[in-house]
T-cell receptor, first 116, second 109 residues
Framework: NAGVTQTPKFQVLKTGQSMTLQCAQDMNHEYMSWYRQDPGMGLRLIHYSVGAGITDQGEVPNGYNVSRSTTEDFPLRLLSAAPSQTSVYFC???????????????FGAGSRLTVL | EDQVTQSPEALRLQEGESSSLNCSYTVSGLRGLFWYRQDPGKGPEFLFTLYSAGEEKEKERLKATLTKKESFLHITAPKPEDSATYLCAVRLRDDKIIFGKGTRLHILP
């Protein structure tokens, strides 16, 4: 049981390049989400998904795309990277609906992205 | 606008000196309030979930309480290993889970 797996752990991009941050979970969680964490800013929600085929915008969605074709995977795409997207990115998941385990987010280890 | 505000931003305590962290929220439809702990270089780890005013949860030296407008994380007789950033989060009616900026806690031996 690996939990939430994020790849890569570290990435350096040049302005304008595109890339995808991968997130996979093996806990059969319906709910998945992406956050970015910047010094002094806490965790800010980028996009989230309550189930396969369903995605929605969070607090800071501009510059990022997501899709959810399977329950297990929730990739985050940067189409044209900007220096303002330099951050640590966390993927998280939990059970959906009103089940007892819902709301308890399990986080990945994070992906540190630097955009030059 | 939905908002979660944590105070203080940082707190330094001597070992054994009890204190409280505050999380106030202004949201349109609360479906749960959560506390997480985050160590440097790691993802947050779940501590507590609170659903209704008056509810309390305890775990070792930590106790979380909830009112209609805020939550407190009480730390009793803390030890150096309790040093971490403590994050408060809320689940909204549309299933967004949003976080405050956190409180950095440092316990001096």
């Amino acid at each position: 049981n690996a939990g939430v797996t994020q790849t890569p752990k570290f990435q350096v991009l040049k302005t304008g390049q595109s890339m995808t941050l991968q997130c996979a979970q093996d806990m059969n969680h319906e709910y998945m989400s992406w956050y970015r964490q910047d010094p002094g800013m806490g965790l800010r929600l980028i996009h989230y998904s309550v189930g396969a085929g369903i995605t929605d915008q969070g607090e800071v969605p501009n510059g990022y795309n997501v899709s959810r074709s399977t329950t297990e995977d929730f990739p985050l795409r940067l189409l044209s990277a900007a220096p303002s997207q330099t951050s640590v990115y966390f993927c998280a998941s939990t059970y959906g609906g009103s089940s007892t385990g819902a709301n308890v987010l399990t986080f990945g280890a994070g992906s540190r992205l630097t955009v030059l | 606008e939905d908002q979660v505000t944590q105070s203080p931003e940082a707190l330094r305590l001597q070992e054994g000196e009890s204190s409280s962290l505050n999380c106030s929220y202004t949201v349109s439809g609360l479906r749960g309030l959560f506390w997480y702990r985050q160590d440097p270089g790691k993802g947050p780890e779940f501590l507590f979930t609170l659903y209704s005013a008056g509810e309390e949860k305890e775990k070792e030296r930590l106790k979380a309480t909830l009112t209609k407008k805020e939550s407190f994380l009480h730390i009793t007789a803390p030890k150096p290993e309790d040093s971490a950033t403590y994050l408060c989060a809320v689940r909204l009616r549309d299933d967004k889970i949003i976080f405050g900026k956190g409180t950095r806690l440092h316990i001096l031996p």
